[in-house]
Structure formats: structure tokens, C-alpha cells
């Protein structure tokens, strides 16, 4: 009993689950990091391809099974109409408006685009982008009412 006299015990539980700003929070971070691998095997002249598990029922014996897929991820930069790149943030298929009336970043080469979004990245780690998330996931939800 010795040992545990030398522990600072606390009454701490472990939370069932995670606050809706967390999971969205989370989930974009996915996808960033999904889009700095791209922008990175791309620099390098390579592919990037995440692999995906797919369930399906087979015809025959009607048992579900599951199959190791390639995931496609689009990019979110592009070229914009002044002929610079610009980069896009993307909650499912809606574009985050990071200020008001403002879309996307101006990137001025396509080496900076990683950079662009470790910061973006910290940004929404630190909150910064919760009302945007949060109005994306409102209009999502809002196409599926009738």
C-alpha cells in the first residue's frame, strides 16, 4: 500500500463520449492530414492512396464480408481565376468560409501548400474554425430535412 501512498489519486472518470465539437474537430483533422499526405506525395512525384475497408454481401453464400479498397482524396487546391493557387478547406462537401465572404487561401507556390495547412490544422485544433464547422454541419443537415 506503500506504492500507491506516492500516487496523487484523483477522482477522474474517462468520458463516455466525446463533446459534437471534439468528433467534428477530429473528423477534419483527418482530412487535413489526408490532404498534407497528398500534397506531399505529390511534391515528391508520387501517389497517395489511404486504403478503406468495404463491406459487402456476397451474392453465393449471402455472408457479409469485407475488402481492403483504395480511398480517393481530391485535392482541395487549385487554380484560381488570377492564375494563383488557392486552397479551399472542405467539411464533407461543404467549403468553410475561414472569414467572412472569404473562402479560400492564396498559396503562392505549390511548395507552401503543406505549410498552409499545418496551419490550418492548428487553427482548428485550437478552435478557431468551430463556427464554421459548425454552420457547414447545419447546412449538411439541413439537405437531408424535407
Same mark, same amino acid.
Given at each position: 500500500?506503500?506504492? %500507491?501512498n506516492? %500516487? $496523487?489519486?484523483?477522482?477522474?472518470q $474517462? =468520458? &463516455?463520449?466525446? =463533446?459534437q #465539437? !471534439?468528433?467534428?474537430?477530429?473528423?477534419?483533422v *483527418?482530412?487535413i @492530414? +489526408?490532404?498534407? +499526405?497528398?500534397?506531399?506525395?505529390?511534391?515528391?512525384?508520387t &501517389?497517395f492512396? =489511404?486504403?478503406?475497408?468495404r463491406?459487402?454481401?456476397?451474392k453465393? &453464400?449471402?455472408?457479409? *464480408?469485407q475488402? !481492403? &479498397?483504395?480511398?480517393? /482524396? $481530391?485535392? @482541395?487546391w487549385f487554380?484560381?481565376?488570377?492564375?494563383?493557387l488557392?486552397?479551399? #478547406?472542405?467539411?464533407?462537401p461543404?467549403?468553410?468560409? %475561414?472569414?467572412?465572404?472569404?473562402?479560400a487561401?492564396e /498559396?503562392?507556390?505549390?511548395?507552401?501548400?503543406v505549410?498552409?495547412?499545418?496551419?490550418?490544422k492548428?487553427?482548428?485544433?485550437?478552435? +478557431?474554425?468551430?463556427?464554421a464547422?459548425d454552420?457547414?454541419?447545419? *447546412?449538411?443537415?439541413?439537405?437531408?430535412a *424535407?
Open positions: 500500500m506503500n506504492a %500507491l506516492t %500516487l $496523487k489519486l484523483v477522482a477522474a $474517462k =468520458p &463516455t463520449s466525446l =463533446p #465539437v !471534439e468528433q467534428r474537430r477530429n473528423k477534419l *483527418k482530412r @492530414w +489526408e490532404q498534407i +499526405e497528398l500534397a506531399k506525395a505529390e511534391q515528391s512525384g &501517389t492512396s =489511404p486504403v478503406k475497408f463491406s459487402y454481401a456476397d453465393e &453464400t449471402g455472408v457479409r *464480408k475488402v !481492403e &479498397t483504395n480511398k480517393r /482524396v $481530391k485535392a @482541395w487554380t484560381s481565376e488570377n492564375g494563383k488557392a486552397l479551399c #478547406v472542405r467539411f464533407g461543404k467549403v468553410l468560409e %475561414l472569414a467572412k465572404g472569404k473562402f487561401v /498559396v503562392s507556390n505549390s511548395s507552401e501548400i505549410n498552409v495547412l499545418e496551419i490550418v492548428r487553427a482548428v485544433l485550437n478552435g +478557431e474554425l468551430d463556427s464547422i454552420n457547414a454541419a447545419k *447546412k449538411l443537415r439541413d439537405g437531408f *424535407k
